[in-house]
């Protein structure tokens, strides 16, 4: 029997690899870094939810805040970010993503599935949930000012070679 | 039967060697940090998923901890010296910094 926390595991994983496969085979920097950043939030979202809250805290700070933020700096500084504004391709990926992320943010709010099984491993899933009761809203906003400033600053700042 | 443990472990392995890949692969100094960096949250995901559904729990908590502090050290020191060889050669490919230096 398959339960909830497998099925949330084997999607988070495949997630992973998926952005982690975008950011080792993608020609254009920008992009790559964008992708590590995904990566970063999805394995502290793994940490998280399976009982590694703190781990999963610093993670997220640590890979997806500081050095994220390093990353681009010394792209920006190097010129090696070599993203060309108005590629259509490119937009359309980026914000299908950036809908999906939304979307999937804000299932929650209307109603949709909280997570509150057991995990095989003890953990419990919804411990999270205080976050989603209190500030949702708050939390929703910040996730898509996070995403949008990212790319907004990329797009922005970068220079083609 | 696949549990939690199982898929983690995986995972881990598949992005060590995506990262050992980049690593000896990529033709940008960047790029083989960023690898470096995918080998680092695969250990850290194996290290964490060792602990899942068992008593040593917090050991691995411990330890994945320590490798955040290590790798985030390890990785802006990288990027320092990444700033250093740009301003020295200008550029980041390892053969033509090698071509440079002879």
Do not use: C
Request: aromatic content about 8%.
């Amino acid at each position: 029997m398959v339960t909830l926390a497998t099925e949330v595991a084997l999607l988070l994983s495949v997630a992973l690899l998926v952005t982690v496969t975008a950011a080792m085979f993608s020609r254009s920097m920008s992009v790559t870094i964008i992708m590590l950043f995904y990566a970063s939030l999805i394995l502290g979202v793994i940490f998280t939810l399976f009982q590694g809250v703190l781990v999963g805290l610093l993670h997220i700070i640590t890979f997806a805040g500081a050095i994220s933020v390093l990353l681009l700096t010394i792209v920006l500084m190097t010129g090696e970010s070599n993203l060309s504004i108005g590629n259509r391709t490119l937009a359309a990926l980026i914000g299908t993503i950036t809908i999906l992320v939304v979307l999937a943010s804000s299932y929650p709010l209307f109603g949709g599935m909280v997570p509150t099984t057991e995990t095989t491993a003890g953990s419990t899933m919804g411990l999270l949930t205080f976050v989603w009761t209190d500030r949702p809203w708050d939390l929703l906003i910040l996730i898509v000012v996070f995403a949008a400033a990212m790319i907004g600053i990329v797009n922005l700042l970068s220079e083609k070679k | 039967m696949y549990t939690d443990q199982t898929i983690f472990m995986t995972t881990a392995t598949l992005l060590i060697f995506l990262g050992l890949f980049g690593i000896s692969y990529s033709r940008n100094l960047m790029k083989t940090v960023i690898s470096f960096q995918i080998v680092v949250f695969g250990a850290n995901l194996a290290l964490f998923s060792s602990g899942l559904g068992g008593a040593s729990n917090v050991m691995a908590n411990t330890l994945v901890l320590f490798s955040i502090v290590v790798g985030g050290s390890v990785e802006a020191v990288g990027l320092a010296l990444i700033v250093l060889v740009h301003k020295q050669y200008g550029t980041l490919d390892p053969w033509e910094i090698r071509k440079l230096k002879h």
